[in-house]
């Protein structure tokens, strides 16, 4: 219970880094940059807090690095499909 809630701020804190950092470049990048720039920064989030929420649920990976890396692609994932959704159904502008 504890490591989705974890998981779940996690993915707040880079959804509004993400948009943090675009709002400083101030242009609307492609959808495709914005996926990788969400993965990266899961994955560095997930790095720097050394966690893994595999080990959470009692998950073992061959290697120690595998758990924060995978942490951070699921962080950034979920969170790129829901920017992908919400900017597909947004009308166009006239």
């Known amino acids: ?3 989705f809630a974890i998981v779940a701020m996690l993915g ?3 959804w509004k880094s993400v948009g943090f950092l ?3 470049v101030g242009k609307d990048v492609e ?3 914005r996926t990788f720039l969400t993965l990266g920064i899961g994955v560095l989030y997930a790095e720097i807090l050394d ?3 595999f080990a959470g649920w009692h998950t ?3 290697s120690s690095w595998m758990g924060p890396v995978f942490t951070g692609l699921i962080l950034g994932v979920r969170l790129a499909q829901r920017a992908g959704r919400a900017r597909s159904v947004r009308p166009p502008s006239p």
């Open 1 to 3: 219970m504890y490591t």
């Open 12 to 14: 707040l804190a880079v």
């Open 31 to 33: 959808s495709s940059i």
């Open 22 to 24: 675009l709002g400083l």
């Open 51 to 53: 966690y893994s929420a």
């Open 60 to 62: 073992t990976f061959r």
